[in-house]
């Protein structure tokens, strides 16, 4: 079930740099794109960098609303998630095509994608040079939402392939996330340090 998750913790959901999805809506129109280049910025008021290519059906949206949301899919959305960065949203519904699920937002007019480990509701920042040189947008998190059978505590817990998340190398080729490793503080060894 989808659940909120405290803003302060909004990182966490893409601190592990998965491929994410992209959703915008103007003017009765909405689109999905898939995203490599999206990552956690701040904590508090938290903010993501999410790059969207000039000339794209997203870019006329997201410039046109001011507004997106970034949605982290699963290894049971793979080849929807490849589709949706192939295909121009100018050219089809991708929603119709694909026969999409989605659900409102509680913040922004474009819809969340269903199946989704994590959905980020998102309002563009006025930083135009960013946008117009480097195609970057900086963006505020509204709202943060997860899968709470993945997503709790603050922690994902990811035990089968089906809910790993993608990580785009090129071509159509993924890895999934993997398995998790706690990691211990060493205890020094030599001469202690100065105080």
């Given at each position: 079930m989808r659940t909120p998750v405290p803003l302060k913790l909004a990182y966490r959901l893409l601190n592990h740099g998965p491929t994410t999805l992209?959703?915008?809506?103007?003017g009765g129109r909405r689109n999905v794109m898939a995203a490599a280049w999206v990552m956690p910025l701040d904590f508090e008021p938290p903010k993501l960098a999410v790059v969207v290519a000039s000339g794209t059906e997203t870019r006329r949206l997201v410039d046109a609303s001011g507004?997106?949301?970034?949605h982290v899919p699963t290894r049971a959305q793979l080849d929807l998630t490849w589709t949706v960065g192939s295909v121009s949203g100018a050219d089809v519904d991708k929603f119709v095509a694909y026969g999409i699920a989605t659900a409102p937002a509680s913040q922004v007019d474009a819809p969340l994608i269903e199946g989704c480990a994590?959905?980020?509701?998102?309002r563009v920042l006025p930083k135009p040079d960013l946008a117009a040189e480097l195609d970057l947008f900086v963006v505020e998190v509204l709202a943060a939402w997860a899968d709470d059978t993945v997503f709790d505590d603050g922690a994902w817990h990811l035990t089968t392939d089906t809910q790993r998340h993608l990580h785009h190398v090129a071509r159509g080729r993924f890895f999934l996330t993997g398995a998790p490793v706690d990691a211990a503080l060493l205890e020094p060894r030599g001469p202690k340090a100065m105080p």
């Open positions: 992209i959703t915008s809506a103007h507004a997106l949301v970034v994590a959905w980020l509701e998102c």
